[in-house]
């Protein structure tokens, strides 16, 4: 489905990152796995495509850095010749509530999850131009959707993606490109695997499937999106969710 496809995804060590890295790489794209901390696992999860028959290579950048995105960027258009695919799934967590939120902890998150956004697509967005073709996948959240206590910087972050996804889709249409959004729910992850049994029977009952979500379930969206099969989709926010946002 993806064949000759050169594929970058941010955040792709572990968790949603990387399982869509794996999808895409399943389907015959060449991935880029992007990590900012964890180069042992980004290397796992690239000998684990590797072992597969696939094709991958690790790259490491904080995505929070407009620069050094600009950098990355341009060294992989010079290695490839083109990028067909980003996705923009890179994100940090500094939960707490409101009144005792930090101002730093604010700014990290917004910094990584929605400027990192802004800046893989500003350095991406004239070569996806000069090609007039493109597959962006943007990374949001129910909880940029629906709002979460003790989640104002993650929620309002996520929130902002859904805009810029909505803004960008609009700016680059005419040139063929597509910008899309996945919302993922409550996903079975590091995070909920930490939960007590009591917390995630109160997640589950909360979700109208009755049943957390999968790494998986968010790949297999990723992975339509990046398809032709999404050629006349652009600027919609895909909640897989099992109904919550309903």
């Known amino acids: 489905m993806l064949e000759n496809k050169i594929a970058l995804v941010t955040g792709a060590s572990r968790g949603i990152g990387k399982e869509i890295a794996l999808s895409l790489a399943k389907e015959g794209a060449a991935v880029i796995l992007n990590y900012n901390g964890s180069k042992e696992k980004a290397e796992q999860a690239a000998e684990e495509i590797k072992a597969a028959g696939g094709n991958a290579e690790i790259y490491q950048c904080n995505v929070s850095d407009f620069d050094a995105c600009g950098a990355m960027i341009s060294e992989l258009i010079k290695k490839y010749g083109r990028i067909d695919i980003l996705v923009n799934n890179a994100g940090i967590t500094r939960d707490g509530l409101l009144m005792k939120m930090s101002e730093e902890d604010f700014d990290a998150v917004v910094n990584t999850n929605l400027k990192g956004a802004f800046n893989t697509i500003r350095h991406m967005s004239r070569y996806f131009l000069k090609q007039r073709s493109g597959k962006i996948i943007n990374i949001s959240s129910v909880s940029?959707?629906?709002?979460?206590?003790?989640?104002?910087?993650?929620?309002?972050?996520?929130?902002?993606?859904?805009?810029?996804?909505?803004?960008?889709?609009?700016?680059?249409?005419?040139?063929?490109?597509?910008?899309?959004?996945?919302?993922?729910?409550?996903?079975?992850?590091?995070?909920?695997?930490?939960?007590?049994?009591?917390?995630?029977?109160?997640?589950?009952?909360?979700?109208?499937?009755?049943?957390?979500?999968?790494?998986?379930?968010?790949?297999?969206?990723?992975?339509?999106?990046?398809?032709?099969?999404?050629?006349?989709i652009t600027g919609q926010v895909f909640a897989v969710d099992g109904g919550m946002s309903m």
């Open 144 to 232: 940029g959707i629906l709002g979460n206590a003790g989640q104002a910087n993650y929620s309002a972050s996520k929130a902002g993606v859904i805009g810029l996804t909505k803004s960008v889709a609009r700016e680059l249409a005419s040139r063929g490109i597509n910008v899309n959004a996945i919302a993922p729910g409550f996903v079975a992850t590091d995070m909920t695997d930490a939960m007590t049994d009591d917390a995630k029977a109160a997640m589950t009952d909360a979700i109208p499937l009755k049943r957390i979500g999968t790494t998986k379930d968010i790949a297999n969206m990723a992975v339509f999106l990046a398809s032709d099969l999404s050629d006349y």
